[in-house]
């Protein structure tokens, strides 16, 4: 919200912005008529002017490149015909109009009688592009509708000559221009149709005015052209120009070269399609005679594997070949009882008795001296373990200890004097020494 508290305050380039799209809107497309002003073509190509009548001007403006199909040079004062789009010019605030069409005013009610007629047309359907028959792809022969003597049927001729030479060609001659045109032209149209001659019919002139080419907005005309049962090409004017007749024909062509580019068939294109399709039929019967070459071969190898001459050869090859594969099974069969033999009789040896005899005799022999031989190693370590032992025993023994000056005490019953208190005046002690026994009384 701003700081007035409105929240509907506008900024003027958006005001401009509303207003542009209000006016393109609500006038997506006007005719207007007025006298050129302020004419001016710049460097870019683009044309700027105003339309003006007594009370008011307009600005205008054509941009390139429509302003460079303009069929006159526009000029102050000149009065004419536009078609465009209203809009606004925003960084000026002002609405101009935008157009994709200009024409002198002289064909304006021409022009407002064109429009009329095809909306109606249209409407009823007659240009639907449902109701128009495709070009036979190969045609035949060809009907021309055009001024003998105008540059269109040598431009055609020209065409079809280099595209398609066996194309048959007749040039119906009809005025393309004045009040007796249409009429003249729907009555050659009628007799070509029920000739049943042509397969194709081309309606065509070069270019012009409006007014020129007006024969070809003719409503009967197009009528009958929609209502033909031979495919119908138009080729009327220039690219730029629109008829009636090329809106109801079941072809509509830029001019009328381009016509004739599109009904004749392309002879190149053909010849390089039929070499491909020879080339094809071609590889085919070579692919088919090298085929039936091979199977000429299979069924002559065939033929002559069966001749008796060939069966009793090749029986007496497999004769052969089974007798060398009897004769190595035999060898190999024999190679092989031989050696189990040899090894059967190796076998039968190593079991004999005299021979198991003495291997027993060795091997007890091999055992008698193992067991001498361990049984002295076993005296011999038990001999040194006894040493051992008695030499550990003679360092305890109380007899060693004895045998150097000492006495061990007893009571008589044996127990072991080890202190004086076991013993008291009186008791009798048996002191034993290195040489023998004393037997003592304690006195004290």
Same mark, same amino acid.
């Given at each position: /919200?701003?700081?007035?508290?409105?929240? #509907?305050?506008?900024?003027?380039?958006?005001? &401009?912005?509303?207003?542009? &799209?209000?006016?393109? #809107?609500?006038?997506? /497309?006007?005719?207007?008529?007025?006298?050129?002003?302020?004419?001016?073509?710049? $460097?870019?190509?683009?044309?700027?002017?105003?339309?003006?009548?007594?009370?008011?001007?307009?600005?205008?403006?054509?941009?390139?490149?429509?302003?460079?199909?303009?069929?006159?040079?526009?000029?102050?004062?000149?009065?004419?015909?536009?078609?465009?789009?209203?809009?606004?010019?925003?960084?000026?605030?002002?609405?101009?109009?935008?157009?994709?069409?200009?024409?002198?005013?002289?064909?304006?009610?021409?022009?407002?009688?064109? %429009?009329?007629?095809?909306?109606?047309? !249209?409407? %009823?359907?007659?240009?639907?592009?449902?109701?128009?028959?495709?070009?036979?792809?190969?045609?035949?022969?060809?009907?021309?509708?055009?001024?003998?003597?105008?540059?269109?049927?040598?431009?055609?001729?020209?065409?079809?000559?280099?595209?398609?030479?066996?194309?048959?060609?007749?040039?119906?001659?009809?005025?393309?221009?004045?009040?007796?045109?249409?009429?003249?032209?729907?009555?050659?149209?009628?007799?070509?149709?029920?000739?049943?001659?042509?397969?194709?019919?081309?309606?065509?002139?070069?270019?012009?005015?409006? %007014?020129?080419?007006?024969?070809? &907005?003719?409503?009967?005309? =197009?009528?009958?052209?929609?209502?033909?049962?031979?495919?119908?090409?138009?080729?009327?004017?220039?690219?730029?120009?629109?008829?009636?007749?090329?809106?109801?024909?079941?072809?509509?062509?830029?001019?009328?070269?381009?016509? =004739?580019?599109?009904?004749?068939? #392309?002879?190149?294109?053909?010849?390089?399609?039929?070499?491909?399709? !020879?080339?094809?039929?071609? #590889?085919?019967?070579?692919?088919?005679?090298?085929?039936?070459?091979?199977?000429?071969?299979?069924?002559?190898?065939?033929?002559?594997?069966?001749?008796?001459?060939?069966?009793?050869?090749?029986?007496?090859?497999?004769?052969?070949?089974?007798?060398?594969?009897?004769?190595?099974?035999?060898?190999? +069969?024999? !190679? %092989? =009882?031989?050696?189990?033999?040899?090894?059967?009789?190796?076998?039968? +040896? &190593?079991?004999?008795?005299?021979?198991?005899?003495?291997?027993?005799?060795? +091997?007890? @022999?091999?055992?008698?001296?193992?067991?001498?031989?361990?049984?002295?190693?076993? /005296?011999?370590?038990?001999?040194?373990?006894?040493?051992?032992?008695?030499?550990?025993?003679?360092?305890? $023994?109380?007899?060693?200890?004895?045998?150097?000056?000492?006495?061990?005490?007893?009571?008589?019953?044996?127990?072991?004097?080890?202190?004086?208190?076991?013993?008291?005046?009186? @008791?009798?002690? +048996?002191? !034993?020494?290195?040489?023998?026994?004393?037997?003592?009384?304690?006195?004290?």
């Amino acid at each position: /919200m701003t700081e007035s508290g409105r929240d #509907d305050i506008l900024s003027p380039s958006q005001l &401009n912005t509303l207003a542009r &799209n209000l006016l393109e #809107d609500t006038f997506p /497309m006007v005719w207007v008529e007025g006298e050129l002003g302020n004419v001016a073509r710049p $460097s870019s190509g683009h044309l700027y002017l105003t339309l003006k009548d007594e009370r008011a001007q307009v600005r205008a403006a054509m941009f390139k490149p429509k302003a460079g199909w303009l069929k006159f040079v526009p000029r102050e004062g000149m009065r004419v015909l536009a078609r465009g789009r209203l809009t606004l010019y925003e960084a000026r605030g002002e609405y101009q109009l935008v157009l994709d069409h200009m024409e002198e005013a002289g064909e304006g009610a021409l022009r407002r009688a064109f %429009e009329e007629l095809k909306a109606k047309l !249209q409407a %009823e359907g007659l240009f639907d592009a449902a109701r128009k028959r495709p070009l036979p792809a190969f045609p035949r022969r060809i009907g021309v509708l055009t001024s003998s003597t105008g540059a269109a049927v040598r431009d055609v001729i020209s065409v079809f000559a280099r595209r398609f030479p066996l194309l048959e060609v007749d040039v119906l001659p009809v005025p393309v221009q004045g009040s007796t045109a249409a009429a003249q032209i729907r009555g050659m149209l009628s007799r070509a149709i029920a000739a049943h001659r042509y397969d194709v019919l081309l309606l065509t002139r070069g270019g012009g005015s409006l %007014e020129d080419l007006w024969a070809f &907005n003719d409503e009967q005309l =197009a009528r009958a052209i929609a209502a033909s049962p031979v495919p119908i090409v138009s080729a009327v004017g220039h690219e730029t120009d629109f008829s009636l007749s090329d809106f109801a024909a079941d072809l509509r062509a830029p001019t009328p070269s381009v016509a =004739a580019e599109l009904i004749a068939p #392309d002879r190149v294109a053909l010849l390089q399609r039929v070499r491909r399709l !020879q080339q094809r039929l071609d #590889d085919q019967e070579q692919h088919r005679l090298r085929a039936a070459m091979q199977r000429l071969d299979r069924v002559s190898l065939r033929l002559h594997a069966q001749r008796p001459q060939a069966r009793l050869a090749l029986l007496r090859s497999r004769e052969r070949d089974a007798r060398r594969r009897l004769d190595a099974i035999l060898a190999r +069969r024999l !190679q %092989e =009882a031989l050696a189990r033999t040899r090894h059967a009789g190796a076998r039968l +040896r &190593n079991q004999a008795p005299e021979r198991r005899l003495a291997l027993l005799a060795q +091997r007890m @022999d091999s055992l008698r001296a193992r067991a001498r031989s361990s049984l002295q190693s076993r /005296m011999q370590l038990d001999q040194q373990r006894l040493t051992g032992l008695a030499r550990a025993l003679a360092a305890i $023994s109380p007899l060693a200890t004895v045998a150097r000056g000492y006495a061990i005490l007893h009571h008589e019953d044996g127990h072991l004097v080890r202190s004086v208190k076991d013993a008291k005046p009186g @008791d009798p002690i +048996r002191a !034993q020494l290195a040489d023998g026994e004393l037997h003592v009384r304690v006195e004290d």
